[in-house]
């Protein structure tokens, strides 16, 4: 005999506050931080309170908090509520010609329903290493705005945002407000590239390059991996390496070996860490390859 978790229900008890402005927000949370957790999507949240592996006092739902919401761009850049769905994103206005990677990785997230409920916010508070959207934000040099209880607000870059595992640098009195992404130069072109076990699975390997073609040559290089380490990380090594290259079958299995070197990837249910660190280089060289191509016109600005 054995038992299983109950998933269709939900056993713990809790508080539920549902305000419908950001200084409210931060006013439940001056109050009552401790034990508290801010509720969106609830594509991951919910599911590890049915599963028990959480159990807060209360939740704060911020579905219906305007400022949280929507997307905008100002002076170039692009600035995305925290609390904007996934598919939202995906679809947004220039999203898809602008931030290429941005938008495959948003149609690589599970299904449907999960892509309608789940936030940007949500997938990067939850600190997963293979957090689908990461990669390209890391690409896109993107930061996360955050707002305290004591009125302050930080905007932090993404690649200084994860500290591992489920962690960040978020303390328990903020709230992600936005996301922020720069404008694309001319001749820009990224990819994004997710290797999982089936469609709807979070990511063995997830790969988002970013680079501006200039003269036939990379002038500027972004690379992030999802998955090979304890945080979404940054393939520094392979970027440096492409600075002023042209991109041919050998830059790119170069670039494919340094990215090799750099990840730390682990073993677990759903692949082992050589096989991580193989599919990475190939990740990244395929990404490369595309973004290489679509640089060649230049992703819509």
């Not at 999507?41 to 309170?49: F, K, N, S």
């Not at 670039?255 to 096989?275: H, N």
């Amino acid at each position: 005999m054995y038992q299983t978790t109950n998933t269709r229900i939900i056993v713990p008890e809790f508080d539920v506050r549902q305000p419908t402005s950001l200084e409210a927000v931060l006013r439940e949370l001056e109050h009552n931080a401790k034990g508290t957790r801010l509720l969106a999507g609830g594509t991951d949240l919910l599911v590890q309170i049915k599963l028990e592996r959480t159990q807060p006092a209360r939740l704060i739902d911020i579905t219906r908090v305007p400022e949280l919401m929507g997307m905008a761009v100002k002076d170039g850049m692009l600035i995305v509520g925290a609390a904007t769905s996934i598919r939202t994103l995906a679809n947004g206005v220039g999203v898809r010609e602008r931030y290429t990677a941005l938008a495959e990785s948003c149609d690589a997230f599970s299904t449907v329903p999960v892509m309608i409920m789940g936030t940007i916010g949500g997938n990067l508070c939850n600190a997963s290493p293979a957090a689908d959207t990461a990669p390209a934000l890391f690409a896109f040099d993107g930061a996360v705005e955050l707002a305290s209880c004591e009125g302050s607000r930080r905007t932090v870059p993404l690649d200084e945002f994860f500290v591992g595992p489920g962690r960040t640098v978020m303390r328990e009195d903020e709230v992600m407000v936005a996301v922020r992404l720069p404008k694309t130069a001319a001749g820009t072109g990224s990819a994004f590239v997710k290797i999982g076990r089936v469609a709807a699975d979070i990511s063995k390997v997830s790969a988002a390059v970013k680079l501006v073609r200039k003269d036939d040559r990379v002038s500027e290089c972004r690379i992030a991996v999802g998955a090979v380490a304890a945080t979404p990380m940054r393939a520094y090594t392979a970027e440096q390496y492409l600075a002023g290259r042209r991109i041919d079958a050998k830059t790119l299995a170069d670039a494919a070996r340094a990215v090799e070197e750099d990840v730390k990837p682990i073993t677990d249910v759903r692949s082992t860490k050589e096989y991580r660190t193989h599919v990475a280089g190939v990740a990244v060289k395929d990404a490369l390859g595309a973004a290489w191509q679509r640089a060649r016109g230049g992703e819509r600005q």
